[in-house]
């Protein structure tokens, strides 16, 4: 049965996503639903934002503010077998408003919809804010060069990496680095 599960969006009220999420799971294994209503999600990606602080003898250190954003709100996806049991739990759980399709008719995602909305395999989606863009100067914050400054050449904002040109024993040195290990100069 589990093979006929679909994702299926649901509307709820503002800020209830995640409640709404545990309680249709909670429900669904109270009622023996759980070969029906096999997954709940609702997509978030998180924000990296280097922040530099100062304590009072102005020592100035490097700190990453980590926040998570909805990237639906107000929307929760729910991949299950759609039949009148399914349909009840979900419809009548309190903080949904409707299924969203035409006429409010549950109507399963397509394929391509699913892996966009990054459920495909249940992850949480990382974005990191990039304050500097190709041919900056920046300062390398960790690993074996930290403390160095070098010259962005290539950013892979999807990959989360980034190319930076340092000066090693006389010569330009190409280094690959995770774009949380560096912050602009």
Do not use: C
């Not at 929307?75 to 039949?83: G, P, Q, R, S």
């Not at 399963?108 to 190709?134: A, H, M, N, Y």
């Amino acid at each position: 049965m589990a093979d006929a599960a679909k994702w299926y969006v649901v509307h709820t009220f503002s800020s209830y996503e995640n409640k709404v999420a545990e309680t249709i799971m909670t429900v669904a294994h109270n009622r023996g639903l759980d070969d029906q209503i096999l997954e709940v999600h609702y997509p978030t990606e998180r924000l990296v934002e280097k922040v530099e602080k100062t304590d009072k003898d102005g020592n100035t250190t490097v700190v990453e503010k980590v926040t998570e954003n909805k990237i639906l709100p107000g929307y929760v996806l729910v991949k299950m077998v759609l039949t009148d049991d399914s349909w009840y739990v979900v419809r009548n759980t309190r903080g949904v408003t409707g299924f969203v399709g035409p006429g409010g008719e549950a109507f399963p995602l397509s394929d391509k919809e699913v892996e966009r909305f990054g459920v495909k395999d249940s992850e949480v989606k990382t974005r990191v804010d990039v304050k500097f863009k190709i041919g900056d100067e920046v300062r390398i914050d960790s690993g074996m060069m930290e403390g160095m400054t070098g010259k962005v050449t290539e950013i892979d904002a999807e990959a989360g990496t980034v190319v930076v040109t340092v000066m090693m024993f006389g010569r330009e040195t190409p280094t690959t680095l995770g774009l949380g290990q560096v912050s602009a100069v």
